[in-house]
């Protein structure tokens, strides 16, 4: 009977969540004629995949795709190394000022990019890295605040006595930090890989504001190729939303029993 | 010790990928600097524009004609699509903007931006006359010229035809008065099937309204931009403005969402609106959708001629480009009669492409030249340094109206409210 | 975790002391958290203190940059009623949106958790719309549409006539609040990675103990996700207060300002007025107020929060003595 409940609620919370995608896939599919039609149609009477591959071409989305993924892979691998670290470092040690340190990591977040967006430009301008990808990648390889946060979090719920067991028996911090904690932080690590690869993937406003050359473009800057100041290309926009979707989506099926597969503390200490 | 020395090595190693990684995509980053001026180099002209899809596409094309015909010469067409204003203020924040960019908004930008005066006297081939009088009003700031026309629209009244024959209503004529769209608004509205006679916008831009306050005989400012008392709230601004709030009211018009709800386009679109008020931006879309559409010049006030706005969008360059010389060329070809031709979704700015063309014969066009015609006062935000000020609260005001306040009453306010900025 | 659950106290105490010496790691912490201090002295603190000076300055972007002095501040508290709007549609914004997420995450996880097949697929579906948010906007404006917008027409199929959502100045923030909590899979994500988290055992000797299920809810969850639920709730706070997309390319603010957010004020003062200063002083004055809040909640967290590797005494003792209660 509780089962039965359970499955209930799942599967109406899923047409729930499932619904905006499937009319974003139907919208994608329509002709023109169709698009504004009320009530709305929800199955399109002729299927036009062909919008699929007009909207991926009126742009080099191919170009698109490969400087996206070359900016999600190497800033999801630089989080994953500076946070991991920095996360350690909170979580596991007393320093002076630490506790200050750590505020300032949460100030972090709540900085409005409204007015540290034209600096930095400034900034990045002075360094010659705009219109390169970098302002895109190298900030990620010195760690963000939510990431910092978040690892730091998971790290201070694992057990301390083992890594004091294996410091006792003469293991440097490093070790403990690999040896120890990193095998036991895999569902955490594997939720920041995904955030950061999500993230990054639909980032907006980085790219549009440090990008200038449509040769450097990501694909959500490709995306906003289709809503102009004086019009939206709905079928287009759809199109390309539900294609580039497809990535992230794979990524998170396969990553997601990893993330739910428990935190090891138990099989350790149980 | 060895611990130290294990951190350090993985810190360095750290440094060093990560600095190899972006090493990587620095071949790529190819022309990010224009700073090397040396000469057998491509030089790159940056562009930018805020247009997308389509006409992005035929800008791509007439930066490569440019290309073919300067050798050694490279436009860098930047998209900002409807992020420009935030890529504009970024880039003349940090001293880096486009050489050549799209404007309209030159009482913001006029400070940065070249003045074309010396430019423009100096070289025969732009043929200034050929352009519509006028036109060059809208890019001059305190005399001196900042953009080159490049497009323009006027506003016209769209009308769904197959509403019409429906309903038996005759098509709307050029000289028509509001009262019959009034009339005809309320027998096009068809509540059990949403259909409505007119849509009337939740969120303004005011510049738009002021073809209609300027039909009535109102203004939003007096002639000299210096008072807006008795102008922004005068009886004939509050009667324009009240006249769409009562449509709304009344239920002929339905009130169509802001910037990224379903617009009024969209239902116009999906056959549910009969008339709608805009520029040329959507026409096209329109007849891909399969509307029928007509278009008629905007209906007048009892014994007043109707009056147009013009919105126009002109080429500038930037006060810190390096190379205007290239910029101006580019500004030329980009509005030689051989790229007006190409870009399609603009009203050509040039009669001699007009009258190739036939443009203002074709009865779907005709109204937005006639329209011109009609367009010869000065908007409000040519008059005022501060007028982004004042009409923030105007704005709200507008929108008040649109949802059920009395016009009168909140223009009033609004008056008040905005002489602090103009002290 | 069930052996601490037992442990001594006394034991405890001994234990920790020692174990406190080794924690003071010298150099060491400074050498691991180096990169987050490199990478915000070069790319956050230049930025961060330049907005703080030119917040004393009159900056039109183009043109000439004036020294005002606090002019900027002053001119915020006691002339623009959008500030105070802002502010207010904020702060309310906020008092719905926090706990609302926060319930709902925990909820969806809660379900999430539950032994079923497919999960795999649920989980998906469930994380789907978080990562689509800018597409989602546009999604979301079929959905709110009065007359033409899906709700409306389900509503309709009901026998309910909706509201103009997005247009009517009852609804509006409400349907904004609906919209962001639709895009908050990431903290459902963290609450389902936490409760995963929580050892077997502390439910079976619960259960052992003749607790129910609301019981084992309060007593073991509860107390077992508050790192969790610290987190999430610091990370809401921020995340409303600096909601912005959603009004930006959905409503624009209206109607009637109800929607318009103090992040979006500061948005439109930066590049839709070009007041650069200004909306500088806007973002500092939100800035001390978050900074504030996080502060306030942090500091309560350490009479809330149980970490088990800190191994904090006040759940303990929570636990226990609910264990004694039910004994």
Same mark, same amino acid.
């Given at each position: 009977m509780k089962k039965v409940v359970a499955y209930a609620l799942l599967i109406v919370f899923s047409l729930l969540f499932i619904a905006p995608l499937f009319w974003a896939v139907t919208t994608a599919l329509k002709s023109q004629q169709e698009l504004y039609l009320f009530p709305p149609k929800w199955i399109p009477s002729v299927w036009k995949f062909s919008n699929f591959a007009e909207a991926w071409n009126i742009q080099p989305f191919n170009l698109f795709l490969k400087n996206t993924l070359l900016v999600t892979v190497l800033s999801t691998l630089g989080q994953l190394i500076s946070c991991t670290l920095v996360a350690y470092g909170f979580a596991r040690f007393q320093f002076k000022g630490r506790d200050f340190l750590f505020l300032v990591v949460l100030a972090t977040m709540m900085i409005p990019w409204e007015v540290t967006m034209i600096p930095q430009y400034m900034e990045f301008n002075y360094l010659g890295w705009i219109n390169t990808l970098k302002p895109l990648i190298v900030p990620s390889w010195f760690g963000s605040a939510y990431y910092i946060?978040?690892?730091?979090?998971?790290?201070?719920?694992?057990?301390?006595?083992?890594?004091?067991?294996?410091?006792?028996?003469?293991?440097?911090?490093?070790?403990?930090?690999?040896?120890?904690?990193?095998?036991?932080?895999?569902?955490?690590?594997?939720?920041?890989?995904?955030?950061?690869?999500?993230?990054?993937?639909?980032?907006?406003?980085?790219?549009?504001?440090?990008?200038?050359?449509?040769?450097?473009?990501?694909?959500?800057l490709g995306l906003s190729q289709f809503k102009g100041m004086y019009g939206v290309d709905m079928q287009s926009i759809m199109a390309i939303t539900c294609l580039i979707s497809i990535p992230p989506l794979a990524i998170f099926f396969f990553a997601q029993r990893y993330i739910v597969g428990g935190i090891a503390t138990t099989g350790i200490k149980g | 010790m060895k611990k130290r020395i294990s951190l350090i090595v993985l810190a360095t190693t750290l440094m060093a990928s990560m600095l190899s990684a972006c090493g990587g995509n620095d071949e790529?980053?190819?022309?990010?600097?224009?700073?090397?001026?040396?000469?057998?180099?491509?030089?790159?002209?940056?562009?930018?524009?805020?247009?997308?899809?389509?006409?992005?596409?035929?800008?791509?094309?007439?930066?490569?004609?440019?290309?073919?015909?300067?050798?050694?010469?490279?436009?860098?067409?930047?998209?900002?699509?409807?992020?420009?204003?935030?890529?504009?203020?970024?880039?003349?924040?940090?001293?880096?903007?486009?050489?050549?960019?799209?404007?309209?908004?030159?009482?913001?930008?006029?400070?940065?931006?070249?003045?074309?005066?010396?430019?423009?006297?100096?070289?025969?081939?732009?043929?200034?006359?050929?352009?519509?009088?006028?036109?060059?009003?809208?890019?001059?700031?305190?005399?001196?010229?900042?953009?080159? +026309?490049?497009?323009?629209?006027?506003?016209?009244?769209?009308?769904?035809?197959?509403?019409?024959?429906?309903?038996?209503? +005759?098509?709307?004529?050029?000289?028509?008065?509001w009262s019959e769209f009034q009339d005809i608004a309320k027998k096009l509205t068809d509540k059990s099937k949403k259909q409505y006679g007119f849509g009337a916008r939740a969120e303004n831009d005011t510049y738009d309204l002021q073809g209609f306050v300027w039909s009535n005989g109102g203004s939003f400012i007096s002639p000299d931009g210096k008072t807006i008392e008795g102008y922004m709230n005068s009886k004939e601004t509050a009667e324009a403005i009240q006249m769409f709030g009562d449509m709304v009211k009344n239920g002929s018009a339905v009130l169509t969402g802001g910037k990224g709800q379903q617009s009024g386009d969209d239902i116009f679109k999906g056959g549910k609106i009969a008339m709608w008020e805009s520029g040329i931006w959507p026409l096209e879309s329109f007849k891909q959708a399969g509307i029928d559409v007509g278009t008629v010049e905007i209906p007048a006030f009892p014994d007043k001629p109707v009056k147009g706005v013009l919105a126009e969008s002109a080429l500038s360059i930037a006060k810190d480009s390096k190379q205007k010389d290239l910029a101006w060329e580019f500004v030329k070809y980009y509005v030689s009669n051989e790229s007006i031709k190409m870009r399609v979704a603009d009203l050509p700015v040039r009669q001699s492409v007009v009258n190739e063309l036939k443009k203002d014969q074709d009865p779907l066009y005709k109204p937005y030249y006639s329209m011109l015609e009609r367009s010869d006062n000065t908007p409000a935000f040519l008059l005022n340094p501060k007028w982004n000020e004042v009409n923030r609260q105007l704005s709200a005001a507008v929108e008040a109206v649109m949802h059920g306040s009395n016009a009168q009453e909140v223009l009033d306010q609004a008056v008040k409210d905005s002489q602090r900025y103009l002290k | 975790m069930a052996q601490t659950y037992l442990q001594n106290t006394s034991e405890q105490t001994a234990?920790?002391?020692?174990?406190?010496?080794?924690?003071?790691?010298?150099?060491?912490?400074?050498?691991?958290?180096?990169?987050?201090?490199?990478?915000?002295?070069?790319?956050?603190?230049?930025?961060?203190?330049?907005?703080?000076?030119?917040?004393?300055?009159?900056?039109?972007?183009?043109?000439?940059?004036?020294?005002?002095?606090?002019?900027?501040?002053?001119?915020?508290?006691?002339?623009?009623?959008?500030?105070?709007?802002?502010?207010?549609?904020?702060?309310?914004?906020?008092?719905?949106?926090?706990?609302?997420?926060?319930?709902?995450?925990?909820?969806?996880?809660?379900?999430?958790?539950?032994?079923?097949?497919?999960?795999?697929?649920?989980?998906?579906?469930?994380?789907?719309?978080?990562?689509?948010?800018?597409?989602?906007?546009?999604?979301?404006?079929?959905?709110?549409?009065?007359?033409? *917008?899906?709700?409306?027409?389900?509503?309709?199929?009901?026998?309910?006539?909706?509201?103009?959502?997005?247009?009517?100045?009852?609804?509006?923030?409400?349907?904004?609040?609906?919209?962001?909590?639709?895009?908050?899979?990431?903290?459902?994500?963290?609450?389902?990675?936490?409760?995963?988290?929580?050892?077997?055992?502390?439910?079976?000797?619960?259960?052992?103990?003749?607790?129910?299920?609301?019981?084992?809810?309060?007593?073991?969850?509860?107390?077992?996700?508050?790192?969790?639920?610290?987190?999430?709730?610091?990370?809401?706070?921020?995340?409303?207060?600096?909601?912005?997309?959603?009004?930006?390319?959905?409503? *624009?603010?209206?109607?009637?300002?109800?929607?318009?957010?103090?992040?979006?004020?500061?948005?439109?003062?930066?590049?839709?007025?070009?007041?650069?200063?200004?909306?500088?002083?806007?973002?500092?004055?939100?800035?001390?107020?978050?900074?504030?809040?996080?502060?306030?909640?942090?500091?309560?967290?350490?009479?809330?929060?149980?970490?088990?590797?800190?191994?904090?005494?006040?759940?303990?003792?929570?636990?226990?003595?609910?264990?004694?209660?039910?004994?």
């Amino acid at each position: 009977m509780k089962k039965v409940v359970a499955y209930a609620l799942l599967i109406v919370f899923s047409l729930l969540f499932i619904a905006p995608l499937f009319w974003a896939v139907t919208t994608a599919l329509k002709s023109q004629q169709e698009l504004y039609l009320f009530p709305p149609k929800w199955i399109p009477s002729v299927w036009k995949f062909s919008n699929f591959a007009e909207a991926w071409n009126i742009q080099p989305f191919n170009l698109f795709l490969k400087n996206t993924l070359l900016v999600t892979v190497l800033s999801t691998l630089g989080q994953l190394i500076s946070c991991t670290l920095v996360a350690y470092g909170f979580a596991r040690f007393q320093f002076k000022g630490r506790d200050f340190l750590f505020l300032v990591v949460l100030a972090t977040m709540m900085i409005p990019w409204e007015v540290t967006m034209i600096p930095q430009y400034m900034e990045f301008n002075y360094l010659g890295w705009i219109n390169t990808l970098k302002p895109l990648i190298v900030p990620s390889w010195f760690g963000s605040a939510y990431y910092i946060f978040l690892l730091r979090q998971f790290i201070m719920t694992l057990p301390r006595e083992l890594d004091e067991a294996a410091t006792i028996d003469g293991a440097s911090k490093m070790t403990v930090l690999l040896r120890i904690i990193v095998p036991l932080m895999g569902p955490s690590l594997i939720l920041v890989s995904v955030f950061q690869f999500m993230g990054c993937w639909n980032d907006y406003l980085g790219p549009l504001i440090f990008l200038n050359d449509q040769t450097k473009y990501t694909l959500t800057l490709g995306l906003s190729q289709f809503k102009g100041m004086y019009g939206v290309d709905m079928q287009s926009i759809m199109a390309i939303t539900c294609l580039i979707s497809i990535p992230p989506l794979a990524i998170f099926f396969f990553a997601q029993r990893y993330i739910v597969g428990g935190i090891a503390t138990t099989g350790i200490k149980g | 010790m060895k611990k130290r020395i294990s951190l350090i090595v993985l810190a360095t190693t750290l440094m060093a990928s990560m600095l190899s990684a972006c090493g990587g995509n620095d071949e790529n980053a190819g022309t990010a600097n224009q700073e090397s001026g040396s000469s057998n180099q491509t030089k790159t002209l940056r562009f930018a524009t805020w247009d997308t899809g389509d006409a992005l596409k035929i800008e791509q094309d007439i930066a490569k004609n440019f290309e073919t015909e300067h050798p050694g010469t490279k436009v860098q067409v930047e998209a900002y699509a409807d992020g420009f204003d935030q890529k504009l203020a970024a880039g003349f924040g940090a001293g880096n903007p486009p050489d050549v960019m799209y404007m309209w908004d030159f009482p913001t930008y006029h400070q940065s931006l070249e003045p074309l005066d010396s430019f423009a006297d100096k070289d025969q081939e732009l043929k200034i006359d050929d352009f519509y009088k006028g036109l060059f009003n809208y890019g001059k700031i305190d005399d001196k010229l900042y953009g080159i +026309p490049a497009g323009f629209t006027t506003r016209v009244v769209y009308y769904n035809k197959k509403l019409f024959d429906a309903a038996g209503v +005759p098509y709307p004529k050029d000289g028509w008065q509001w009262s019959e769209f009034q009339d005809i608004a309320k027998k096009l509205t068809d509540k059990s099937k949403k259909q409505y006679g007119f849509g009337a916008r939740a969120e303004n831009d005011t510049y738009d309204l002021q073809g209609f306050v300027w039909s009535n005989g109102g203004s939003f400012i007096s002639p000299d931009g210096k008072t807006i008392e008795g102008y922004m709230n005068s009886k004939e601004t509050a009667e324009a403005i009240q006249m769409f709030g009562d449509m709304v009211k009344n239920g002929s018009a339905v009130l169509t969402g802001g910037k990224g709800q379903q617009s009024g386009d969209d239902i116009f679109k999906g056959g549910k609106i009969a008339m709608w008020e805009s520029g040329i931006w959507p026409l096209e879309s329109f007849k891909q959708a399969g509307i029928d559409v007509g278009t008629v010049e905007i209906p007048a006030f009892p014994d007043k001629p109707v009056k147009g706005v013009l919105a126009e969008s002109a080429l500038s360059i930037a006060k810190d480009s390096k190379q205007k010389d290239l910029a101006w060329e580019f500004v030329k070809y980009y509005v030689s009669n051989e790229s007006i031709k190409m870009r399609v979704a603009d009203l050509p700015v040039r009669q001699s492409v007009v009258n190739e063309l036939k443009k203002d014969q074709d009865p779907l066009y005709k109204p937005y030249y006639s329209m011109l015609e009609r367009s010869d006062n000065t908007p409000a935000f040519l008059l005022n340094p501060k007028w982004n000020e004042v009409n923030r609260q105007l704005s709200a005001a507008v929108e008040a109206v649109m949802h059920g306040s009395n016009a009168q009453e909140v223009l009033d306010q609004a008056v008040k409210d905005s002489q602090r900025y103009l002290k | 975790m069930a052996q601490t659950y037992l442990q001594n106290t006394s034991e405890q105490t001994a234990a920790l002391k020692a174990l406190k010496k080794r924690r003071w790691g010298g150099a060491a912490p400074y050498l691991f958290i180096f990169p987050w201090i490199f990478g915000f002295v070069v790319f956050t603190l230049g930025p961060l203190l330049f907005s703080l000076v030119i917040s004393f300055f009159d900056w039109p972007i183009v043109g000439k940059v004036t020294f005002i002095g606090i002019d900027n501040y002053v001119e915020m508290f006691s002339n623009d009623p959008l500030f105070w709007k802002s502010l207010f549609v904020t702060l309310k914004f906020a008092a719905l949106f926090v706990p609302l997420n926060i319930v709902v995450a925990l909820g969806l996880a809660m379900l999430l958790n539950q032994k079923v097949k497919g999960s795999a697929i649920f989980r998906t579906a469930f994380y789907l719309l978080c990562h689509l948010r800018r597409g989602a906007c546009m999604i979301w404006s079929w959905v709110y549409s009065g007359d033409y *917008g899906i709700l409306n027409y389900f509503l309709s199929v009901l026998g309910i006539q909706g509201p103009d959502w997005l247009n009517d100045t009852n609804w509006s923030l409400v349907a904004m609040v609906v919209a962001s909590l639709w895009g908050q899979g990431s903290m459902m994500l963290i609450f389902l990675a936490g409760l995963k988290g929580i050892p077997k055992d502390l439910y079976e000797s619960a259960s052992i103990d003749g607790a129910g299920k609301v019981r084992q809810f309060l007593s073991v969850t509860i107390p077992m996700i508050t790192p969790t639920i610290l987190f999430n709730l610091i990370t809401s706070i921020i995340a409303a207060f600096q909601q912005l997309t959603l009004a930006l390319l959905l409503t *624009g603010g209206g109607p009637l300002k109800s929607t318009y957010f103090y992040a979006m004020y500061m948005y439109e003062n930066a590049f839709k007025y070009y007041k650069m200063g200004y909306s500088a002083a806007n973002a500092w004055f939100m800035f001390l107020i978050v900074l504030t809040l996080t502060f306030l909640v942090f500091k309560s967290s350490e009479a809330w929060v149980f970490y088990e590797g800190e191994m904090k005494k006040n759940p303990q003792k929570k636990l226990k003595a609910s264990r004694r209660g039910r004994s």
